[in-house]
């Protein structure tokens, strides 16, 4: 069965400081692995996307790191900001189709 | 980039009425739109994948007869709730993808209140 498991729930961090979400994902044949941003109300939004070849991908102050062979992955947040407040997403990719984790909802304290 | 747009961006009808809710592809001609469905603190549903110019293909489990969709153009899906009722009530999630990349852009998203 695809699907994709995200940890934690929810998270709390202050103002600067790095952060971790993790994702675990069984989605066979594999494609590529995607994170979104998706703040309150409105649609996702891409931050990285992954293939099977990549172990590592930046966009400013995220990071993304896939295993393919554990199946697992992870979104480093560095110095983060109030505008990090969101729910950041990971979905698996197969065929065509994406298969969306429930997200990470992150806030971020001044 | 990219650019895909949603409109209304929220919407309240009655109980009983349909809502039309349109997705466009603003710079790009997408070949596939997507329709999704999200609850709070739950993750996107694929709702139905349409093609440009033919059915649209429905997931087990959504009535097509209730949710219309309909892809007439390279640039244009709308999605019509029929005879809405309170647990539509949702916020509903287009995506686009073009010919060339995999790549799926999402709209902003449409908050459907049935009352």
């Known amino acids: 069965k695809n699907q994709v498991e995200q940890s934690p729930q929810s998270l709390i961090i202050l103002e600067g400081k790095n952060c971790t979400l993790q994702?675990?994902?069984?989605?066979?044949?594999?494609?590529?692995l995607r994170w979104y941003k998706q703040d309150t109300g409105r649609g996702p939004v891409s931050l990285t996307i992954m293939t099977f070849s990549e172990n590592t991908k930046s966009n400013g102050r995220y990071t993304a790191t896939l295993d393919a062979d554990t199946k697992q992955s992870s979104l480093h947040i560095t110095a983060s900001q109030l505008s990090d407040s969101a729910s950041y997403i990971c979905v698996g990719s197969t065929l065509g189709r994406l298969y969306f984790g429930r997200g990470t909802q992150l806030t971020v304290w001044p | 980039g990219a650019v895909v747009s949603q409109h209304p961006s929220w919407v309240i009808c009655k109980s009983g009425t349909s809502v039309k809710i349109e997705c466009r592809s603003l710079d790009f001609q997408a070949t596939t739109m997507f329709w999704y469905r999200q609850f709070p603190k739950q993750s996107l549903m694929l709702m139905a994948t349409?093609?440009?110019?033919?059915?649209?293909?429905?997931e087990q489990g959504v009535e097509k007869d209730k949710f219309l969709i309909n892809h007439a153009s390279l640039t244009l899906s709308t999605l019509t709730v029929t005879s809405a009722h309170p647990e539509d009530s949702s916020f509903y999630i287009c995506?686009?993808?073009?010919?060339?990349?995999?790549?799926?852009?999402f709209g902003p998203g449409t908050r459907l209140t049935v009352t």
């Open positions: 349409s093609n440009e110019g033919s059915k649209a293909t429905y």
């Open positions: 995506s686009a993808r073009g010919e060339v990349s995999y790549e799926q852009y």
């Open positions: 994702c675990n994902y069984t989605v066979s044949p594999f494609s590529n």
